[in-house]
Every structure is written in structure tokens, then in C-alpha cells.
């Protein structure tokens, strides 16, 4: 009898590890999708409201909706999508360590004119995030790029804002996708 309920714990034992969840894996095809759907709704959000109000209202439109608009893909995806940053505007989308050792071989890889491409690691893929003229309005230089008003407004929404400063074609972060299980 007691040989009997041994056996049957082995069993349940092994049967337990066998039953762990298979965890889904993210391909680079898949991850470039959903950032490419996110990078549609979000770039073609802000410039539409750009036109129609201005660049301080397009800036409090992103204040509310990047994010809920960034979440709206990952569901309908399964998925968890963030944008990260090293000189973040918004505390939350600040880089972990290990996404900060990632921006920097992307910078590494700009300065030597390489390609950028995206990468698997970790069951996550990360793609650069690059900056252009359009993005120095609220990312440029305070005074040069950013008009006052709009200045006023990033320090009113964002008091700790660092990203500022930044020139066409420089590394402004990361697009991160994860698959939910
Ligand atoms: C109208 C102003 C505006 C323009 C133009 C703009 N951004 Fe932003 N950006 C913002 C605001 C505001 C946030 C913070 C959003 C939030 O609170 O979630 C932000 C956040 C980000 C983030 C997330 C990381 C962080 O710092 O919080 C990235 C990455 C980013 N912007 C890249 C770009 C790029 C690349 C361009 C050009 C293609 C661009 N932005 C153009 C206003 C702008």
C-alpha cells in the first residue's frame, strides 16, 4: 500500500512537470507587426492632430493616449507593447538595465553606420526607435526646435521630462514586445 500511494505521488509529480505551460514564443516577424500597427496608430494620430490643433494640443493628446492607444494594439494582439526610453518624458516609460544595455548597442551601431535591426532575446523583441525633423518639435532643442509655449507645456506635464535635446537620426528609445501567456 505505501509503495502504491509512492507510485502515485511520482506520478502525480511527473505528470505536474510535464503539465508546465508551453510558453509562446515570439517570432521577428510577428513583433514588427504589432509595432508596425502600433507605429501607424500613433504617428498618424499625432500628425492628424498636429494639423488640426497645433503642436501644445498634439502634446496633451499624447499625454492622455500614448500609452491607451500603445495598450489598444497589445490586446488586440495578445500581447504587451511599451516604448522605452534612457532620456524618458514619461517616468513610466523609463529603461530597465537591461533595455538600457540595448540602446546602447543601437547607438554603438548608428555612429558605425550599421544597419539596425530588431532583436529576439529573452522571448522579447526590441526595435529601435530613431528620431526625425518632425519629432524635433517636441524633442529638440528648448528655444531652437521647441517653441516656448510648447516648452511651458512639457514642463507643466512633465517635470522631470528628459527628453529634450535630441537631433534628427539619433536613437530615441525602443519599441518592446512581449507575447502574453
Ligand atoms: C506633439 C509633440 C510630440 C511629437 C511631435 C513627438 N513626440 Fe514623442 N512624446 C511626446 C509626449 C508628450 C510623450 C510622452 C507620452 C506619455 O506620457 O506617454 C512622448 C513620448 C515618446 C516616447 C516614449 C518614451 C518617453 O520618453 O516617454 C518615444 C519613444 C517618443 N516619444 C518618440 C518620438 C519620435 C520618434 C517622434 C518623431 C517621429 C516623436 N516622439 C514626436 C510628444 C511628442
Redesign the pocket.
Known amino acids: 500500500m505505501k509503495k502504491n500511494i509512492f507510485t502515485l505521488l511520482l506520478l502525480s509529480i511527473s505528470l505536474t512537470c510535464t503539465n508546465v505551460p508551453k510558453v509562446a514564443t515570439i517570432s521577428k516577424e510577428n513583433g514588427l507587426k504589432y509595432i508596425g500597427e502600433t507605429k501607424e496608430l500613433l504617428?498618424g494620430t499625432?500628425m492628424k492632430k498636429?494639423k488640426e490643433n497645433g503642436?501644445e494640443n498634439?502634446?496633451e493628446f499624447?499625454?492622455i493616449n500614448?500609452?491607451p492607444l500603445t495598450n489598444s494594439v497589445s490586446e488586440k494582439n495578445n500581447s504587451f507593447i511599451k516604448?522605452?526610453?534612457d532620456k524618458?518624458?514619461?517616468p513610466i516609460?523609463k529603461a530597465t538595465n537591461d533595455e538600457l544595455k540595448i540602446i546602447n548597442y543601437y547607438k554603438k551601431k548608428l555612429l558605425e553606420k550599421n544597419e539596425l535591426e530588431a532583436i529576439v532575446e529573452n522571448n522579447k523583441l526590441y526595435s529601435p526607435?530613431v528620431?526625425?525633423a518632425?519629432?524635433l518639435?517636441?524633442?529638440g532643442e528648448i528655444g531652437k526646435n521647441i517653441q516656448p509655449k510648447t516648452a511651458d507645456k512639457i514642463k507643466m506635464l512633465y517635470p522631470k521630462d528628459l527628453?529634450t535635446a535630441y537631433k534628427e537620426n539619433e536613437i530615441?528609445?525602443l519599441f518592446v514586445v512581449e507575447l502574453k501567456n
Open positions: 504617428m499625432l498636429i503642436t498634439a502634446l499624447c499625454n500614448a500609452i516604448r522605452v526610453s524618458n518624458r514619461n516609460n526607435i528620431t526625425n518632425m519629432c518639435q517636441c524633442h527628453a530615441r528609445g
